[in-house]
């Protein structure tokens, strides 16, 4: 353990070599709180054993102590939810799990894989199988194992400060504990605490509520105001109308449909659409336009009274409320933040049918109706242009390319179809657009900002992949700046943070070798199994030395060196990198290695470039 104000250090050791099971349940009594990753699904369930258990704790031989603490720590990892109930913990926690949603299995994230991600200089794994029976040496290994873990953890606290110091003032403000709420549970339990009292129905009563639906008549989910003048949208409009649905799932399954050259596909995550892959410029004769719907799934609620039936007149009540009251505060104001994960909280738990928000129909309402409102616009503004092109369709808006001098067109028509929905517009002037599709691209501003979505993202949220960050660099520079893709790469360690890709006004930080770094870790399932990694290498006297690897590996690309192979289950084996390239293992980083293989990075680059020029497929990383 650290001390985090004094940063003093820890440690606890119950084994044959010491035993410091007396000083460690004191301790234990001293604790003003905890920080922790994954605290709430086990450390803290392995903690309470031990805080209630005191006297067999300590009084019984080391051995059987021990042997308590591994049969527990099976039961609780074996646990589907072994969490302990907040009203019966004895210490107050953070949970950074928790706080970043990584319990939910589209943005699981391993500490060891937030090492790679904060560049720390040691990603070290456990020595030894859970389980083991360790000498006094590899006790000690096992406890500077932990010490990295815990130096990890805070070096993420410290970078989640603003999000620790987000929920403390909204626990404050909302009399709610949201101290390891993640963001969709706090607009949702802000949500509810406001219909509670517009009701006048207690929180605990009002949760159990729902509305169940055995058929939906689609039909009733598209406003009067849908019209289309296109053949097309009008087939569209009148398949929906006689569609009678038992469930959500599959409701827009090949529903799709060609306008202008470009298809239009229909789903429950909204409407979709991509022009060609390619570079798409502003000059003297055409602009690159962006339009978007403001708030455009909570003010579709608002407007068409859009509701979960069991909450009634409140919730378009409440939600009307929270949108004009978001509108008066500004967004450096952490009520802002909180007005809109509640506004937006709700939508996506219209299907879930553990949330008081669950109503099928009224998630059916807001996305197709919503889809139908978007492909009206498009329409709408197609058809009084005389030469336009759409380039990408995405849930709530779209962007185009058209003559400049139709720009006055353009605004009229919006305003008319504002008065006619009642839902407000936003633009957004490109001077150039760099798109491998419709989730993957690059858009510069005409003020000089910078938006990179998807593949092009420079620097992601943790949970997300961020290997050989230096392409994505490169790539960036190659289309905004035509500066050659194997200048970045090949100056990178010299270079300083980039200012020509700067964002809102922040460079873009140069991390050095971090940037070329790329992460390999073992996952489970398969017919082959979880597997193991291995590391061959000929030294100097030509002889093959094979050394085994842990279960997650940060290396990269290099002229020298060897290659990392997986091992499975049934003895076969497979190169974590295909072709001939090298790999140098970095898991204990050298900050002044340069044996790199910039050809290999450079090529990385191409694949990128190709694919946004129609000439290949883009790889992902």
Same mark, same amino acid.
């Given at each position: 353990?650290?001390?985090?104000?004094?940063?003093?250090?820890?440690?606890?050791?119950?084994?044959?070599?010491?035993?410091?099971?007396?000083?460690?349940?004191? @301790?234990?009594?001293?604790?003003?709180?905890?920080?922790?990753?994954?605290?709430?699904?086990?450390?803290?369930?392995?903690?309470? *054993?031990?805080?209630?258990?005191?006297?067999? !704790?300590?009084?019984?031989?080391?051995?059987?102590?021990?042997? *308590?603490?591994?049969?527990?720590?099976?039961?609780?990892?074996?646990?589907?939810?072994?969490?302990?109930?907040? @009203?019966?913990?004895?210490?107050?926690?953070?949970?950074?799990?928790?706080?970043?949603?990584?319990?939910?299995?589209?943005?699981?994230?391993?500490?060891?894989?937030?090492?790679?991600?904060?560049?720390?200089?040691?990603?070290?794994?456990?020595?030894?199988?859970?389980?083991?029976?360790?000498?006094?040496?590899? %006790?000690?290994?096992?406890?500077?194992?932990?010490?990295?873990?815990?130096?990890?953890?805070?070096?993420? @606290?410290?970078?989640?400060?603003?999000? !620790?110091?987000?929920?403390?003032?909204?626990? /404050?403000?909302?009399?709610?504990?949201?101290?390891? %709420?993640?963001?969709?549970?706090?607009?949702?339990?802000?949500?509810?605490?406001?219909?509670?009292?517009?009701?006048?129905?207690?929180?605990?009563?009002?949760?159990?509520?729902?509305?169940?639906?055995?058929?939906?008549?689609?039909?009733?989910?598209?406003?009067?105001?849908?019209?289309?003048?296109?053949?097309?949208?009008?087939?569209?409009?009148?398949?929906?109308?006689?569609?009678?649905?038992?469930?959500?799932?599959?409701?827009?399954?090949?529903?799709?449909?060609?306008?202008?050259?470009?298809?239009?596909?229909?789903?429950?995550?909204?409407?979709?659409? %991509?022009?060609?892959?390619?570079?798409?410029?502003? /000059?003297?004769?055409?602009?690159?336009?962006?339009?978007?719907? #403001?708030?455009?799934?909570?003010?579709?609620?608002?407007?068409?009274?859009?509701?979960?039936?069991?909450?009634?007149?409140?919730?378009?009540?409440?939600?009307? @409320?929270?949108?004009?009251?978001?509108?008066?505060?500004?967004?450096?104001?952490?009520?802002?933040?909180?007005?809109?994960?509640?506004?937006?909280?709700?939508?996506?738990?219209?299907?879930?049918?553990?949330?008081?928000?669950?109503?099928?129909?009224?998630?059916?309402?807001?996305?197709?109706?919503?889809?139908?409102?978007?492909?009206?616009?498009?329409?709408?503004?197609?058809?009084?242009? #005389? =030469?336009?092109?759409?380039?990408?369709?995405?849930?709530?808006?779209?962007?185009?390319?058209?003559?400049?001098?139709?720009? /006055?067109?353009?605004?009229?028509?919006?305003?008319?179809?504002?008065?006619?929905?009642?839902?407000?517009?936003?633009?957004?002037?490109?001077?150039?657009?760099?798109?491998?599709?419709?989730?993957?691209?690059?858009?510069?501003?005409?003020?000089?900002?910078?938006?990179?979505?998807?593949?092009?993202?420079?620097?992601?949220?943790?949970?997300?992949?961020?290997?050989? *960050?230096?392409?994505?660099?490169?790539?960036?520079?190659?289309?905004?700046?035509?500066?050659?893709?194997?200048?970045?790469?090949?100056?990178?360690?010299?270079?300083?943070?980039?200012?020509?890709?700067?964002?809102?006004?922040?460079?873009?930080?140069?991390?050095?070798?971090?940037?070329?770094?790329?992460?390999? *870790?073992?996952?489970?399932?398969?017919? $082959?199994?979880?597997?193991?990694?291995?590391?061959?290498?000929?030294?100097?006297?030509?002889?093959?030395?094979?050394?085994?690897?842990?279960?997650?590996?940060?290396?990269?690309?290099?002229?020298?060196?060897?290659?990392?192979?997986?091992?499975?289950?049934?003895?076969?084996?497979?190169?974590?990198?295909?072709?001939?390239?090298?790999?140098?293992?970095?898991?204990?980083? =050298?900050?002044?290695?340069?044996?790199?293989?910039?050809?290999?990075?450079?090529?990385?680059?191409? $694949?990128?470039?190709?694919?946004?020029?129609?000439?290949?497929?883009?790889?992902?990383?």
């Amino acid at each position: 353990a650290i001390n985090l104000e004094s940063g003093e250090r820890k440690e606890f050791v119950i084994h044959e070599s010491r035993d410091d099971r007396m000083q460690y349940l004191q @301790w234990l009594n001293t604790l003003p709180r905890l920080i922790t990753f994954n605290g709430i699904g086990y450390d803290y369930p392995l903690i309470h *054993r031990i805080m209630t258990n005191k006297s067999y !704790i300590a009084s019984r031989s080391i051995k059987d102590v021990t042997k *308590r603490l591994c049969r527990w720590s099976d039961e609780i990892i074996k646990t589907e939810f072994a969490a302990i109930p907040e @009203w019966k913990s004895l210490l107050f926690q953070y949970d950074l799990f928790r706080i970043y949603h990584f319990h939910n299995k589209n943005r699981s994230t391993s500490l060891k894989r937030l090492e790679f991600y904060m560049r720390l200089k040691d990603i070290r794994d456990l020595p030894y199988s859970p389980g083991s029976i360790l000498n006094k040496e590899e %006790a000690e290994n096992a406890m500077q194992y932990c010490y990295v873990d815990t130096e990890a953890t805070l070096q993420f @606290w410290n970078l989640s400060l603003d999000k !620790i110091e987000f929920r403390r003032n909204l626990s /404050n403000e909302y009399g709610l504990n949201l101290t390891n %709420a993640d963001d969709v549970k706090i607009g949702s339990e802000l949500f509810t605490k406001f219909l509670s009292e517009d009701m006048n129905i207690p929180v605990r009563d009002l949760k159990q509520m729902r509305t169940y639906r055995r058929k939906i008549e689609v039909k009733n989910c598209i406003p009067d105001i849908v019209k289309f003048n296109a053949p097309q949208f009008s087939s569209l409009l009148m398949e929906l109308k006689t569609k009678i649905i038992t469930e959500t799932k599959g409701v827009f399954k090949n529903l799709f449909r060609m306008y202008k050259g470009v298809r239009l596909d229909y789903g429950q995550g909204g409407l979709h659409s %991509a022009s060609k892959e390619g570079i798409y410029e502003e /000059n003297d004769i055409y602009g690159l336009l962006d339009q978007d719907f #403001s708030s455009f799934y909570p003010n579709l609620a608002i407007n068409f009274d859009y509701r979960p039936e069991h909450l009634g007149k409140s919730f378009g009540k409440i939600y009307k @409320w929270m949108y004009e009251e978001r509108q008066k505060i500004s967004k450096a104001n952490p009520k802002n933040g909180a007005l809109k994960l509640a506004m937006n909280g709700s939508f996506g738990k219209g299907n879930d049918i553990n949330s008081v928000f669950f109503d099928p129909l009224f998630l059916l309402k807001i996305t197709i109706s919503g889809q139908l409102i978007l492909t009206m616009l498009i329409e709408q503004i197609c058809d009084v242009l #005389s =030469d336009v092109e759409i380039i990408q369709i995405n849930t709530d808006g779209f962007t185009i390319k058209y003559l400049k001098n139709e720009r /006055n067109t353009i605004e009229s028509k919006c305003r008319d179809f504002e008065k006619l929905t009642n839902l407000k517009l936003e633009y957004a002037d490109y001077s150039k657009f760099i798109m491998r599709d419709v989730n993957n691209y690059i858009a510069v501003y005409t003020n000089g900002d910078i938006k990179y979505k998807g593949a092009f993202e420079i620097d992601k949220e943790p949970h997300k992949d961020h290997s050989q *960050r230096v392409v994505r660099i490169a790539v960036a520079r190659y289309f905004i700046h035509n500066v050659p893709v194997q200048e970045t790469i090949i100056n990178h360690l010299k270079a300083v943070d980039y200012t020509d890709l700067s964002i809102k006004g922040i460079p873009v930080k140069n991390y050095g070798i971090y940037d070329f770094c790329k992460l390999v *870790r073992s996952r489970g399932g398969g017919k $082959k199994g979880k597997g193991s990694f291995v590391f061959e290498e000929y030294n100097n006297n030509g002889i093959l030395v094979i050394t085994k690897l842990q279960s997650l590996n940060r290396y990269i690309i290099s002229k020298k060196g060897g290659n990392i192979l997986k091992i499975y289950n049934d003895g076969s084996k497979s190169n974590v990198e295909a072709g001939s390239c090298k790999m140098t293992v970095l898991n204990k980083m =050298d900050e002044n290695h340069t044996d790199i293989d910039y050809q290999y990075y450079i090529s990385e680059c191409n $694949k990128i470039i190709n694919a946004v020029k129609g000439n290949g497929q883009l790889t992902l990383f």
